[in-house]
């Protein structure tokens, strides 16, 4: 089983829909993160959260909302999805004790909206 | 502002070495990573340096110069597997991370 995983894994939805993607791991680490990837883009930051009280904007925050339920989930939502946000969304992880600071990442979650 | 630039796609043959650079401008540096993401999957870590000079894992190598805000990965003996996008990233002054779009390599047999 995979240590960060994300659900669901494919979803269509139509303009102006609320969706979740939800993330949790079985890592024990306490950070976690959403990122969205676009082709011939890099990762980019959606939010970020280093511990359950802790919930940051990243760059791309607007039209985004999250919750960190627990040290080991971490849901994304679009509130009213648009075209736009079609993209591969992952999840990652990392641990504050950590030398290099390593993303573990979940194995995505790729959202088209219509 | 702060950008990360790569090639877009490389093509080597199997068996032998190819090095994809990567050059970065950002505000402070803590750090570049090097991620490989195989099609449809997750990226996963491959190095991190932070000071200059060479790191060597197995056939895989990373180089930086925090002078000239660049790196490259060196990969040797290359396999069919190694087929893949290699993304750069570099960490900014607040423990950031800006992505480079990756670079595709192709391995031709």
């Known amino acids: 089983d995979a240590d960060v995983t994300q659900t669901p894994r494919n979803r269509i939805t139509k303009t102006g829909k609320r969706i979740m993607l939800e993330c949790s791991q079985t890592k024990g ?20 959260s280093f511990d ?13 909302s999250v919750s960190r339920q627990a040290q080991a989930k971490f849901s994304l939502s679009l509130e009213s999805a648009i075209p736009n946000q079609t993209a591969l969304y992952f999840c990652a992880t990392s641990d504050h004790r950590s030398d290099t600071g390593e993303l573990f990442f979940g194995e995505g979650s790729r959202l088209t909206v219509l | 502002g702060q950008n990360i630039d790569q090639p877009t796609e490389m093509t080597a043959t199997e068996g032998a070495i190819v090095q994809i650079n990567c050059t970065y401008q950002t505000s402070g540096f803590n750090g570049l990573f090097w991620y490989q993401q195989h099609a449809g999957e997750a990226p996963t870590f491959l190095s991190y340096n932070v000071l200059d000079g060479l790191e060597e ?6 180089f930086l110069s925090r002078s000239k805000g660049y790196s490259y990965l060196l990969l040797k ?3 069919m597997k190694d087929s893949a996008s290699y993304l750069c990233a570099a960490m900014d002054s607040n423990y950031q991370l800006i992505w480079g779009a990756g670079t595709k390599l192709i391995i031709k047999p």
């Open chain 1, 29 to 48: 680490h306490d950070r976690m993160y959403w990122y969205r990837q676009d082709p011939g883009l890099g990762l980019q930051l959606i939010y970020y």
């Open chain 1, 52 to 64: 359950v009280k802790d919930i940051n904007k990243g760059e791309i925050s607007d039209g985004y």
């Open chain 2, 77 to 79: 003996e290359l396999q």
């Open chain 2, 57 to 62: 894992k197995g056939r895989f190598s990373s």
